[in-house]
């Protein structure tokens, strides 16, 4: 189902009864060619750019509570590309430019809100800091100002700017950043996944004794891909079992994320 004003004024219609669940409650297959660990924002975000950008969609993503369980459901909500360095730039402005089409993409309201944010300066120190800093962005190309106290207080007329301890100067602003809604944002992914195939597989924690269980002997070794945060190491019994297997452990980012291979290539064959 897809979600529009018309679907909302149907369904307000016939008393908000008809609305399906966001996504399938499939049974596990036997065979799948990726299984994705952990349904928080890597997890699903990869899941759905397997199936979207690559045409992989006989993937599973397994997690062990309900999507967005994890930090993806409390802690993501700035989204911007303010940053200093040379390789962190360009990956999150890349990164910002995804949000901003994302929610037709994937055909749901995760609130996104380009709201700007304003990194204020206290001290003749931190201008400078902020300076170099916009002056970074701008090279790559990222929108950045540095506003003075007065321009500020006209953007945000509420803060203290007479009596503060550490007293405003200005601001490093930055108009395209903003927030997201947390949940929504695995919820979105997750949807999308599921709408393009991908199994969601919730309540299934994978744990080295699932190595026994017969999940890992597929006859096709399918590509494993971690992006369960708690995954610091790999558990002994699937390290035995997954000698020469493809997985991969990502670790924690705040990014929306997508897969960085080419266009038919292997995925796996570099990790
Ligand atoms: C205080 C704080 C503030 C933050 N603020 C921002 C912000 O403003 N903007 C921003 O972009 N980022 C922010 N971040 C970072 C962002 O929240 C994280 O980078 C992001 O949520 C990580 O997503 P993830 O998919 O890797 O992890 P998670 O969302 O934690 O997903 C991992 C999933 O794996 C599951 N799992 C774990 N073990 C197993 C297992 N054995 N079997 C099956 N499933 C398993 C978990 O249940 C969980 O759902 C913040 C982080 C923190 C801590």
Known sequence: MRYSAYSIFKEALSGNRMWKPAWREPQPKPHYDVIIVGGGGHGLATAYYLAKEFGITNVAVLEKGYLGSGNVGRNTTIIRSNYLLEGNNPFYEFSLKLWEGLERDFNYNAMVSQRGILNLFHSDGQRDAHARKGNGMRIHGVDAELLDREQ??????????DHARFPI?????????????????AWGYGRGADARGVDLIQHCEVT???????WWSASRRPGVLSAATSWRWRPPAIRRRSAGWPISNCRSRRMSCRPSFRKGSNPWSTT
Do not use: C, E, I, W
Request: net charge positive; hydrophobic share 40%; glycine share 8%.
């Open 152 to 161: 500020v207080r006209r953007k945000a007329p509420y803060l203290n700017f």
């Open 169 to 185: 100067m200005g601001a490093l602003y930055q108009k395209r950043a903003g927030t997201v809604r947390h949940d929504a944002v």
């Open 208 to 214: 080295a004794s699932a190595a026994k269980t017969g």
